[in-house]
């Protein structure tokens, strides 16, 4: 089992800037793969980024935010640079523990920009 906390969601400008912290446990953080997630109202979820052997960023969000992971504080870091109104969602942090597809979610942490 893993458990996920996530933080730093709150209200913010067009143009300013978020960090989301991802607090693991449970298992080995080192071990596993993580992400992140959002899910904006009335759509579905979707990929945001990707931490692992690699990493990946979705089109949408590249060259503004950023994933990584302190392995030493079993966190991962979503960095949100020039957020503009349609980043608003909920954040999900994600595990992948199976190198098949996120299997453990967070509760997820709120993410609004005004215009």
């Known amino acids: 089992q893993v458990q996920l906390v996530e933080s730093g969601g709150g209200l913010v400008q067009a143009g300013g800037s978020l960090k989301l912290s991802c607090a693991a446990s449970?298992?080995?953080?080192?071990?596993?793969?993580l992400g992140w997630y959002r899910q904006a109202p009335g759509k579905e979820r979707e990929f945001v980024a990707h931490?692992?052997?690699?990493?990946y960023i979705a089109d949408s969000v590249k060259g503004r935010f950023t994933i990584s992971r302190d392995n030493d504080k079993n966190t991962v870091y979503l960095q949100m640079n020039n957020l503009k109104p349609e980043d608003t969602a909920i954040y999900y942090c994600?595990?992948?523990?199976?190198?098949?597809?996120?299997?453990?979610w967070g509760q997820g942490t709120q993410v609004t920009v005004s215009s």
């Open positions: 931490i692992g052997g690699t990493t």
């Open positions: 449970g298992r080995t953080f080192s071990h596993y793969d």
């Open positions: 994600s595990a992948d523990t199976t190198h098949g597809g996120p299997d453990y």
